[in-house]
DNA sequence: CACGCCGATGGAAGCGGTTTCACGAACTCA
DNA sequence: TGAGTTCGTGAAACCGCTTCCATCGGCGTG
């Protein structure tokens, strides 16, 4: 009597189980069509007898390919602009990559040991594409990404070189739509927080406010600049508030943002939407907590997750190709803070 | 002359440039002291030169290890308790495993495939260790975990058996504290409110405050339910002020619901802290953003994490070890909502 | 009936490392 | 000076799987 073995059962083990050849069994787990209904039935019926896992490390050295994509996300608590919108980017990747059998793979490398460890894992063959929504300029991680050929999208237009491949979300359509609307409702004085000077994102929604308002003949001086936490938005509805104007409408560049400046009309005696409307951007949960619940222009950040998620795999199949970019358009979610309760 | 290779440089090359063998060469990037200052230096160089990268599948494949381990959470804005946490966790997870070399990867698994497809790629060897954040209580993956011997560590204690090793932060202690300083405050008519029924963490929480109303003899009935979120919270607190008793202060066992809750309490023109105090539970970014800031229970939720990582390196080493538990103690973070102005 | 094809299969050569083991050189110690 | 160590090294055996290639019946054709 042999004693069981204690180690997981491997792909041979499990040939010689069903009495086929190990290229047999490999073909059955790797789906290859040119395997008899017989052989298969055998093949499938041992592995699930001895509870037979591929191990991925061997599969990955002998087939070159890794079934998994890496997504890196900025550190948590970065308060980059995307923070609020992560959970539903990475639903969406999720959603793509799964339905094309990819395990998604999360980095979030916080020093720059981190940084080099990662660089080092992702080159190393670890996954088969990468996502990147890190927006730190300096990295030289896509430039090695890119050297070792291995596919990259951007989530958002990276600062530098249009030489990479991105999906961004329509920012300055975003900026345009939100003001438009605060006109259409019959709003004239209307002020813009705008987040931190630089920021893609955030001036392309400050171009977009400044095209709609010229268009309606408007002033759009009233611009004041913060950082996209509520804070900065309270601080700076206060300092557009003691200005003489008599402002009737805000549109600011963050949830949070107007949710700070919401709380500072208020405290104020400013009634919301009566007296002034307001307006915030990304529709995140915040938008709907704040009371009176806030409109804000909702980013297709799902889309944007699927969509990258499909440009990199279509880069993996088709080498060789250019770039690809993808702009996806906003749509605005309409609540109390602008359109009153009728 | 020869064309250059346009693969990845392998050992073999680097060895070859180096003038040494394969094994010098693995011996080198493996931290093996047995090498001759010599070779090393050469190895190194012919690595720099070549921009060699260790192919990890290979390196995992011979080695029997993969250097990262696996980090499961819950599915994003599941709104499960642990939400706002869950960036200060990850950080304290990855400084430490950080410090030890090793890389963190984070899963989340949205669908029962992605479950299925992570089950395979946890047990599948794609990672050397398992820290489980997930409280899905129907899942089989810690006994699939156990059953391939891949060390794992809950976040949390676990609903059913004991047999597992976790991690957990005192809510008992947290909910008691939080009560005894809004009693030492000078509040006699203290309400609850709390999270949903069977939840572990919001019952302990509970216990506390009824320990620590009992200790003082006061009352500890006026408890409410709510789901953790700020509207419930603002709900509950209407309920609570319906009812005819003259309440002084409010513990709210999320940061959330305690928002909600100073809300419904401004709303209906009382004042924070002076007519009745609010203290939440999680000292999450909400807590400071409120006005006035609130006072919170903090948890030492990096240290979680810390200690999740020291757990499971140390059952991945000393093997066969029984289960270990350990839970950390909370502390306060106080701010106006309940020790006024001075 | 002989020939060429085709579909299913197994043998075997890798994939790129790690690690055991044996070996020679340089050193120690008597 | 010879035996016993120590130390650095290389040859080679894997790790578990994929895939190329050769093989082999059985089939449709002329």
Redesign the pocket.
């Known amino acids: 009597m042999e004693a069981v073995s204690r ?2 059962p ?3 083990q499990v040939a010689r189980a069903a ?6 069994a ?2 059955v ?2 789906g290859n ?4 209904e ?2 298969r039935r055998a093949v499938e019926l041992a592995a699930a007898e001895l509870g ?1 896992v ?2 991925s490390a ?2 990955s ?5 890794s079934d998994s994509v890496g997504v890196v996300v900025p550190e948590p608590g970065s308060r980059l602009f995307l923070d609020p919108l992560l959970p539903r980017l990475l639903r969406g990747v999720g959603e793509e990559l799964s339905a094309s059998g990819l395990q998604m793979v999360l980095f979030s490398p916080q020093s720059p040991t981190d940084l080099q460890r990662l660089e080092q894992y992702l080159a190393g063959g670890h996954v088969d594409a990468v996502l990147l929504l890190t927006l730190h300029e300096s990295d030289v991680l896509p430039a090695r990404l890119k050297a070792r050929g291995i596919p990259t999208v951007f989530g958002g237009r990276p600062r530098g070189s249009i030489e990479v491949s991105f999906v961004d979300v329509d920012n300055h359509a975003g900026g345009r739509t939100a003001t438009e609307h605060l006109i259409e409702q019959g709003r004239r004085v209307i002020a813009h927080i705008s987040g931190p000077r630089g920021l893609h994102a955030t001036d392309d929604r400050l171009h977009g406010f400044r095209e709609a308002m010229w268009k309606a003949a408007l002033r759009s001086d009233l611009v004041e600049h913060a950082d996209l936490g509520r804070d900065s938005g309270e601080v700076a509805m206060e300092r557009l508030l003691a200005s003489t104007h008599r402002i009737d409408a805000v549109f600011a560049a963050s949830d949070e943002m107007a949710a700070g400046a919401m709380w500072a009309l208020q405290v104020l005696g400013r009634r919301v939407p009566d007296d002034v409307a307001v307006i915030g951007f990304d529709d995140s949960p915040v938008a709907a907590a704040t009371q009176p619940p806030m409109s804000s222009v909702r980013q297709p950040i799902e889309e944007m997750g699927r969509e990258m998620a499909r440009l990199v795999l279509s880069l993996a199949s088709k080498r060789g190709e250019g770039p690809q970019h993808m702009i996806l358009g906003p749509e605005l979610a309409l609540r109390a803070s602008t359109v009153g309760t009728g």
């Open positions: 180690t997981q491997t792909l041979d009495g086929v050849s190990r290229a047999t490999s073909r787990f790797g069509p040119a395997v008899s017989a052989a037979y591929p191990n061997a599969r050295l002998a087939g070159g390919r």
